[in-house]
């Protein structure tokens, strides 16, 4: 049996696990009702009282600073790359504050600098990191919505700034790996700047609780987010010329202590798709870029009696035309232990593997322009732990290996070693 073929077997044999029992609660991000411990979970503490005080009066202030360095050998060229992250956002409940009911809102402001090791030393077509800026240094506002829920929050409505890959196709399972495809699908993060990191559109979004575990949503935002002819800058341009971007996903999401599932499971189908047409890669007629993914996961089995220290898996499966992009499809699959020694519960260790299928108008393009052979598929391995230190303070060392890095076969494979840093101020 290939090891694709078997990889998408155990994918879908972890996703149709998923469907024993029934669920409880739609996965929904939702501010916490309770005030976090800011003395003890953050680097900067509770600012002598202050934080604290606001929370309760309605303003969450949080902030971030996540470092990647890499080093790596093969691909383009062998050599260490750093890029950091600043994050900071504030939160407001708008019921607590204006008295709105059932309205909140976030602000939130991001920096990004440093070349990263995908732009000058791997040149892959999937990606090193999450965090690799295309035009760095970059400060820019990220997020800027208000979302008002109705009858009974089962309706939750937003607008504004909104990234989709903040709420749509995401595995909590995959959250702790760094390689960016782990959170947008690859072949959807190469399609013309859709709204995720660190480009984010002016949309609406839609959420419909079905029952105690099922959901819809779906959201239509601005084609084209910011400027790409000044891609530092942050703007807000709405026109016929740019179109649209449409998403919506179908999920069924049960709270993670329901007994009779013995865990955290999901599942999920979505599509997204474009209303601006795009050149033909081969041909160079003008068509729709679309797209569809399926994903599933769920714990596999517990390491302790009290299941504070889990196994779980994910697989995920995403298509698109490969008319329009580089990609035809491309499917993860990966394991996550939270709490691999009983000494250390919050540490995390990951294994996942990706392969990414190139589009037959792409690999026909690439020969007529006389660029390397092009290959059928850009394949990778990622293996990390994340070591929590301090509440506050985590250091995650990573390898990565890339298979035909840019799916070109004449291209050396690429080997990476580095680490993560995040410290929450």
């Known amino acids: ?115 990263g090791p995908q732009a000058d030393l791997v040149g892959g077509l999937v990606g090193v990191s999450g965090i690799e800026a295309d035009a760095p240094p970059t400060t820019r506002l990220f997020n800027a919505w208000v979302q008002k829920r109705l009858w009974d929050d089962r309706l939750a409505v937003l607008f504004g700034l909104y990234p989709i890959d903040s709420e749509f196709f995401t595995m909590e399972s995959a959250s702790v790996f760094i390689q960016p495809q782990y959170g947008t699908p690859a072949d959807l993060a190469l399609t013309h700047e859709p709204s995720i990191f660190n480009h984010s559109a002016l949309g609406l979004r839609v959420r419909w609780a079905i029952d105690s575990a099922a959901y819809v949503m779906a959201a239509v935002l601005d084609g084209v987010p910011n400027d790409p002819h000044h891609p530092r800058r942050t703007r807000i341009h709405l026109s016929s010329d740019d179109g649209s971007f449409q998403i919506a996903e179908l999920g069924w999401h049960p709270e993670p202590d329901n007994k009779d599932l013995a865990g955290h499971v999901k599942l999920a189908l979505g599509f997204w798709g474009y209303s601006r047409r795009e050149p033909d890669l081969e041909s160079g007629k003008a068509k729709r870029p679309i797209g569809a993914y399926v994903l599933g996961e769920r714990k596999l089995l517990s390491l302790n009696a009290e299941s504070s220290r889990i196994v779980t898996g994910f697989a995920r499966w995403t298509w698109s035309e490969g008319k329009t992009t580089p990609l035809r499809n491309s499917f993860n699959l990966g394991l996550r232990v939270q709490g691999p020694m009983a000494s250390r519960p919050q540490d995390v260790l990951g294994i996942a593997w990706t392969t990414a299928n190139t589009a037959s108008a792409w690999r026909a393009r690439e020969v007529a322009v006389g660029l390397a052979e092009p290959d059928r598929r850009e ?23 890339i298979r035909n890095p840019g799916a070109h076969a004449g291209i050396p494979n690429a080997h990476l070693l580095g680490f993560r840093f995040d410290l929450a101020l």
Request: without cysteine; neutral net charge.
């Open 1 to 115: 049996m290939k090891p694709e073929v078997a990889a998408a077997a155990l994918g879908m044999a972890l996703m149709s696990g998923a469907l024993w029992g029934q669920g409880l609660e739609p996965d929904e991000r939702r501010q916490e009702a309770a005030t976090p411990d800011f003395a003890a979970d953050t680097f900067t503490g509770d600012w002598n009282g202050l934080r604290t005080r606001a929370a309760r009066s309605g303003y969450l202030l949080e902030g971030g600073i996540r470092v990647d360095s890499f080093r790596n050998r093969g691909a383009r060229q062998d050599g260490t790359r750093t890029i950091t992250h600043l994050d900071l956002k504030l939160g407001l409940n708008l019921e607590e504050i204006a008295g709105w009911r059932g309205t909140t809102a976030l602000i939130n402001v991001i920096n990004d600098t440093g070349r």
């Open 379 to 401: 394949s990778t391995l990622e293996l990390t732990y994340r070591l929590a230190l301090t509440k506050a303070l985590a250091i995650q060392p990573n390898f990565q290996f």
